[in-house]
């Protein structure tokens, strides 16, 4: 009945901005960004590509049953989790969540949620390279619930602009929103598993397809190639430039370009990326609401990989 209550929470109030707020932790742990951001920042100075990893958990999390946290249960012999659900088996990022919420545990014992700590991880991992700085409301609360089938609603590397639209209708974000945070592919990067089937189509741009059809050779070892292949590291306006050039490497990365319904948001981003920043900070944050845990629901986890023991 309690899970039920949840999945009825979700559906008749998709967004709750009136119950998280900024600082939420300000009395209760007044050090609790500051330990993410260092968590973050020792990460990201070992590895500049957890900004992308870290985006790409946040959105999956929040995409699947609203941002709970429900992406960092582990599955067990009796129960599989989402984690292990195809559309979220190169998800990365997971030890800094750990690490940051060991930390965080030591400071303030069972106050700080891990899905909290997904969103905070990813606000400082887009500042850090060079994207943004923006604050976020806190005050989520762990989901009770890890289902893998639950994942299925997720859009692919394959998905048309219109499939992908459709999803992010349903969890309450425009087309301009979708648009906006799949610019964060600015700093991503993807199997070639994840496109292989692309690197015949004509209307790439050669040299991409020559490039990608080198790196992609070790099919044994399925290797990883950026999004951008102009400033990798660096979030900025540059994707939508380069998937202007026909130099997108997911389908539905170039789709957004070609779509007639997407083009001119594509074109007006590519030309100002100070706009492109503003709408970003937007848009995630607003994403950063969807289906959220506030007040006595769901729990804060002692460990972000698995439940709390139930009494």
Do not use: W
């Not at 009825?8 to 609790?32: E, I, T, W």
């Not at 619930?145 to 425009?174: H, R, Y």
């Amino acid at each position: 009945m309690k899970h039920s209550i949840v999945i009825f929470f979700f559906v008749v109030l998709p967004f709750a901005f009136a119950d998280l707020r900024v600082g939420f932790y300000s009395s209760s742990c007044p050090k609790a960004e500051d330990i993410v951001r260092q968590v973050v920042q020792r990460n990201f100075n070992r590895d500049k590509t957890i900004t992308g990893g870290l985006l790409r958990m946040h959105f999956h999390d929040c995409f699947v049953r609203g941002c709970d946290a429900s992406i960092l249960i582990d599955s067990t012999k009796n129960n599989q989790s989402e984690k292990d659900s195809g559309a979220n088996g190169t998800i990365r990022g997971f030890e800094i969540i750990d690490e940051a919420k060991k930390s965080l545990e030591k400071a303030c014992p069972q106050t700080v949620s891990c899905a909290d700590i997904i969103t905070l991880a990813t606000r400082d991992s887009v500042d850090m390279a060079g994207g943004p700085k923006y604050t976020v409301p806190t005050g989520r609360r762990d989901g009770l619930v890890s289902n893998p089938s639950d994942a299925n609603i997720l859009p692919g590397p394959g998905s048309t602009v219109s499939q992908a639209q459709q999803v992010f209708t349903e969890k309450g974000m425009t087309l301009n929103e979708m648009v906006t945070l799949l610019g964060a592919h600015t700093v991503g990067f993807a199997h070639c598993s994840f496109f292989r089937s692309r690197l015949n189509d004509p209307k790439m741009d050669l040299s991409l397809r020559a490039k990608l059809a080198q790196a992609c050779k070790p099919i044994n070892k399925d290797p990883t190639v950026f999004l951008d292949q102009n400033t990798s590291l660096l979030f900025d306006n540059q994707f939508y430039n380069q998937i202007l050039l026909n130099r997108g490497v997911l389908f539905i990365d170039q789709q957004l370009a070609l779509d007639a319904s997407s083009k001119g948001l594509v074109s007006s981003f590519a030309g100002n990326d100070a706009n492109f920043r503003s709408r970003f900070v937007d848009a995630i944050v607003k994403m950063g609401s969807i289906g959220v845990l506030v007040g006595n629901a769901g729990e804060i986890r002692t460990n972000c990989r698995v439940f709390n023991p139930r009494s």
